[in-house]
């Protein structure tokens, strides 16, 4: 297995830093965060202020492309939160893929509760098979991500989207965190069902809490040791079933800064799995981490 990050979990980060700061811990590639909408100065925050995003340009696709590639970290893919149906954004970022050196773009499922069911997921498989066709002529693998509030919260029902397709040109990122909010299933049970469509995992924790006025429980994100999920054993079935590919970290967790996070994550998973030392830095790295780097 590969470890890599998603750069959304490290809002205070630019690019350049989240780039040294993953090739110094020992990251071997990064998912991208891709958005018209950068985060800017002020408190940093997952969803409404990151720093750590890639706006979908050529030139800042290419030019993050030369930075990843002298820091020796792979680009693991690009997720733009696409809509279901936008063919013409699935295309852009196919393309997008070709300047960026990878061959796996991120895609969800329609949002749940929005009509009724059957009509959104007879929508997604009409969508998903246009999506391979355009993987097939650009040679970009498309990942359809099992996530809480769509109709694709477990791997049974990600399957009852893609699983007609070929898994070479669609395939499913499992997400267990995502899988205690909604959509749980047995871990095993999950990676049978997704099978060959198995494309990429994202690892992170859970946990409920009682809100202090009452009512419903309530999820939160917590560090990577410290929640519902046990992550040793999820890693050890993946390696298990032959798991080969990329386990992705999606720490949205606020314990910890995120250079701290990025180092913490690391050791953990590496405590508990084997997985390959990230390539060696450059000569020229070290020196320009230790002094901070340059900025972006």
Request: net charge negative; hydrophobic share 45%.
């Amino acid at each position: 297995m590969k470890l890599g990050v998603y750069s959304a979990c490290l809002p205070e980060l630019t690019p350049h830093q989240a780039i040294q700061a993953a090739a110094e811990t020992g990251y071997a590639g990064i998912e991208w965060r891709i958005s018209h909408e950068v985060g800017s100065a002020g408190p940093a925050d997952f969803l409404t202020n990151n720093r750590c995003t890639v706006r979908p340009t050529r030139a800042e696709i290419r030019d993050i492309r030369r930075r990843c590639d002298r820091a020796g970290v792979e680009i693991i893919g690009l997720n733009a939160y696409l809509e279901t149906g936008d063919l013409a954004g699935v295309e852009q970022m196919m393309e997008l893929a070709a300047d960026a050196g990878t061959a796996r773009m991120r895609l969800l499922a329609p949002a749940a509760g929005r009509g009724d069911f059957h009509a959104s997921l007879a929508r997604a498989v009409e969508f998903f098979g246009d999506v391979a066709v355009l993987a097939g002529r650009y040679g970009v693998r498309a990942l359809l991500e099992m996530h809480q509030r769509t109709i694709c919260p477990s791997a049974a029902l990600a399957m009852r989207v893609v699983g007609h397709l070929s898994p070479e040109l669609v395939g499913v990122i499992y997400d267990p965190g995502n899988a205690v909010v909604e959509g749980f299933e047995e871990p095993e049970m999950a990676l049978q069902i997704l099978g060959e469509h198995l494309a990429h995992v994202h690892i992170k924790n859970v946990a409920f809490e009682r809100p202090g006025d009452g009512g419903p429980w309530r999820h939160r994100w917590t560090p990577m040791d410290d929640g519902m999920l046990d992550v040793p054993r999820i890693l050890g079935l993946l390696d298990g079933a032959g798991y080969r590919d990329w386990v992705s970290v999606e720490d949205f967790s606020a314990d910890r800064s995120s250079a701290e996070a990025l180092a913490f994550n690391a050791a953990y998973l590496r405590s508990h799995a084997s997985f390959p030392a990230g390539p060696p830095l450059p000569a020229a790295l070290p020196a320009v981490l230790a002094a901070g780097g340059e900025q972006r």
